[in-house]
C-alpha cells in the first residue's frame, strides 16, 4: 500500500523539502464497462504501486469521481482537487491513464498542457508512462494530443452505442430509469423489470381513492404530511436509490398531481420523455414518448383510474370557470415561509368575486407551518408596482435619453472597437502563417531546431496575446449592442405599463423576476433590469 507519510522511513536522507504533495485522481463511468481493469479498486492499487517506488512524491488526498463521464469537466471530486490546488495544497497529480483525467481532447490537453505547468503541479499518468516533468515537446508532446483525441473519439463511440441500446430497450418495454417510480421497486432478479413495493404502493392506493371522492390535491398533501408520511424524494434518499442529501420533507401538490396522471400505475411504461444535447435535457413532444402496456404489475385499476380523471376534469372545470387569468403565476412568494402564494378568489355574486394572494402552506404542508396568513388583494398589488415601475421608469427613462443625446458618439466608439477587431483578425492570421513557414524552413535545414523553439514560442505567444485581445473587443461589442436593444424595449414596456389593465402575463414576465411579500405594507420587487446596463452606464459616463 501506498505510504500517506515518511516521517518513519528508515532512509536518514532528508527529502522533505523535495517531496510533492501528491493528488490521487480515479475516474471511473459506465463508459467503461464492469470490469475490473478500470475499476476504483484497481486504479488506486496501481496509483499506489507507483508512489511506493517514487521517493519525491507522497500522498496527499484521494479524489475519486464515480460513475461520472470523461467528456466534460464538471465533476465534484476535480473541482475539490482544483481548489486545492488553487490554495498550494497540490504538487502532483497521479492517474491510472489519461483517460481518467478526461476524454475531451481540448479539455484534456488544457489542464495538462497549460492549468497544471501555471500552478507548478506535475501530472503523471501511470500506464501510459506519461510524466510532465519529462516536458511537453517533441514525441512526448504528440503522443499526448493523439491519445487524447483517440480517447475522445472512444468515448463518443460508446456513448453513442450506450444511447442506442438504451433506446432500444425502451422500446422493448424495460425499465431504464436510474430509480423506480413511486410505490414499486427494481426486480433483484432483473433491474429493468419493476415489481411492487409494498411499502410504498399502498400510499399511492391511497392517493387515487381520495382523489377519486374529489378530496383536492392540497387536503391530500396536508394529510399525507400531517401523518409525516415519507416523500417520493426522501423515500428514495433513505431506501438508497439517491445519494443526494437534499430531498423535499413535505409532499407538494405538483407531486401529487404528476402521479394521478402516470399511467405507470396501471402497469405500463411511458418513457423517453425527454431528451439530452450538451448536457441538457429537453421535454419531448407527447407524440415521441414510448409506451409499452403490460410491463410489469398495475397498482391501479384502470377503472380507479379513469374515474379519477373524470373527477378531476369537473373539478378543474369549475374551479377555472369565471377566472381571469393569473398574470403573476410563479412570480409571487410568501416572504415568511417562501412558498408560492395561492391566487384565490372571494365569493360574489355571478362571478364577481375579486382576486387575492395568500399564503396556503397551513392548509398543505401544516397548520402551524408558515405565520403569513394575510390576504394581498389583487388590484392592491397592481397599484403598487405600477407606483414602483412609475419611480423606477425615471432612471430608464433618463438613461435613454442620454443614450439619444450621445448616440453618434457610442456609434463611433463601437466603429473604432470593431476597426480594431479587424485589425487583430488579421495579425493572427499573419502569426499563423509565419508559424506554418517556421516549419517549413525548419524541415529545410533553414533554422535549427533551438531557433525554431524560439520563434514558434514568440509567434504563438503573440497569437494568444491577440486572441485575447480579439475575443475581450467582441464580447463588448455584443455586450453593449444587447444592452443598447434591451434598453429600447424596456423603455417601450414600461410606457406600456402605465395603466393596470395594460398589465399582461408577458409584460411582469419581462419586467418582474420575483415578488416577494410579507404584508400588505411590505412587498419587494426584483426586477429583471436591475444592474442590466453595467457597460452601457460606463460609456455614458466617458462620453
Request: glycine share 6%.
Amino acid at each position: 500500500m501506498a505510504r500517506k507519510s515518511r516521517k518513519n522511513t528508515v532512509a536518514k536522507i532528508d527529502v522533505k523539502s523535495n517531496v510533492l504533495k501528491t493528488a490521487v485522481y480515479i475516474r471511473l463511468s459506465e463508459e467503461d464497462g464492469k470490469g475490473r481493469s478500470c475499476s476504483v479498486d484497481t486504479q488506486r492499487q496501481i496509483i499506489e504501486t507507483y508512489i511506493d517506488t517514487a521517493p519525491d512524491l507522497e500522498i496527499t488526498d484521494y479524489y475519486t469521481d464515480n460513475g461520472t463521464t470523461g467528456r466534460h469537466f464538471d465533476r465534484v471530486e476535480f473541482k475539490r482537487m482544483l481548489e486545492d490546488i488553487e490554495q498550494g495544497k497540490i504538487d502532483c497529480v497521479v492517474c491510472k491513464d489519461l483517460s481518467r483525467m478526461g476524454r475531451n481532447s481540448i479539455d484534456t490537453g488544457y489542464y495538462i498542457e497549460k492549468y497544471f505547468p501555471l500552478h507548478n503541479v506535475r501530472f503523471i499518468a501511470v500506464t501510459d508512462d506519461f510524466d510532465s516533468a519529462n516536458g511537453l515537446e517533441g514525441t512526448d508532446g504528440l503522443m499526448l494530443s493523439l491519445k487524447n483525441m483517440i480517447n475522445e473519439a472512444y468515448s463518443m463511440d460508446i456513448g453513442k452505442k450506450i444511447k442506442a441500446q438504451q433506446e432500444q430497450a425502451i422500446k422493448d418495454g424495460q425499465f431504464v430509469g436510474a430509480r423506480p417510480p413511486y410505490g414499486y421497486k427494481k426486480d433483484p432478479s432483473d433491474c429493468h423489470k419493476l415489481i411492487i413495493n409494498d411499502d410504498t404502493a399502498p400510499v399511492v392506493k391511497r392517493i387515487f381513492q381520495m382523489a377519486s371522492e374529489g378530496i383536492g390535491v392540497t387536503t391530500i398533501c396536508l394529510t399525507l404530511n400531517e401523518e409525516g408520511v415519507f416523500t417520493p424524494a426522501k423515500y428514495a434518499h433513505l431506501a438508497g436509490y439517491t445519494s443526494s442529501q437534499v430531498y423535499g420533507e413535505a409532499w407538494q401538490t405538483r407531486t401529487i398531481n404528476v402521479m394521478l396522471k402516470a399511467e405507470t400505475y396501471l402497469g405500463h411504461l411511458v418513457q423517453g420523455r425527454s431528451s439530452s444535447f450538451n448536457r441538457k435535457q429537453t421535454q419531448k413532444d407527447k407524440s415521441e414518448w414510448v409506451k409499452v402496456e403490460n410491463t410489469h404489475e398495475a397498482i391501479i385499476s384502470q377503472e380507479l383510474f379513469d374515474k379519477v380523471q373524470a373527477v378531476r376534469s369537473k373539478m378543474s372545470i369549475e374551479y377555472k370557470g369565471n377566472w381571469s387569468e393569473n398574470i403573476f403565476k410563479g412570480k409571487i412568494f410568501c416572504g415568511h415561509c417562501g412558498k408560492n402564494l395561492h391566487r384565490q378568489k372571494s365569493s360574489g355574486l355571478r362571478g364577481t368575486g375579486k382576486y387575492y394572494f395568500k399564503c396556503i402552506s397551513n392548509y398543505r404542508i401544516h397548520k402551524t407551518y408558515c405565520v403569513g396568513e394575510g390576504r394581498l388583494m389583487e388590484e392592491h398589488l397592481k397599484q403598487v408596482i405600477l407606483t414602483v415601475l412609475n419611480k423606477e421608469s425615471i432612471a430608464i427613462f433618463g438613461m435613454s435619453f442620454a443614450y439619444q443625446q450621445q448616440k453618434n458618439a457610442i456609434d463611433r466608439k463601437i466603429g473604432s472597437q470593431k476597426e480594431e477587431h479587424s485589425f487583430l483578425a488579421k495579425d493572427i492570421d499573419k502569426y499563423r502563417k509565419y508559424l506554418k513557414s517556421l516549419y517549413e524552413n525548419l524541415a529545410n535545414g533553414i533554422l535549427d531546431i533551438e531557433e525554431y523553439k524560439v520563434l514558434k514560442n514568440g509567434y504563438e505567444e503573440k497569437i494568444e496575446v491577440a486572441r485575447g485581445r480579439y475575443y475581450e473587443i467582441e464580447a463588448q461589442i455584443n455586450e453593449l449592442q444587447q444592452q443598447i436593444d434591451n434598453l429600447k424595449s424596456l423603455d417601450k414596456d414600461l410606457k406600456s405599463a402605465s395603466k393596470t389593465e395594460n398589465l399582461s402575463a408577458e409584460l411582469v414576465d419581462k419586467l418582474i423576476e420575483k415578488i416577494t411579500v410579507w404584508d400588505k405594507h411590505s412587498i419587494e420587487f426584483n426586477f429583471k433590469f436591475e444592474n442590466a446596463f453595467p457597460l452601457l452606464k460606463e460609456v455614458l459616463a466617458n462620453e
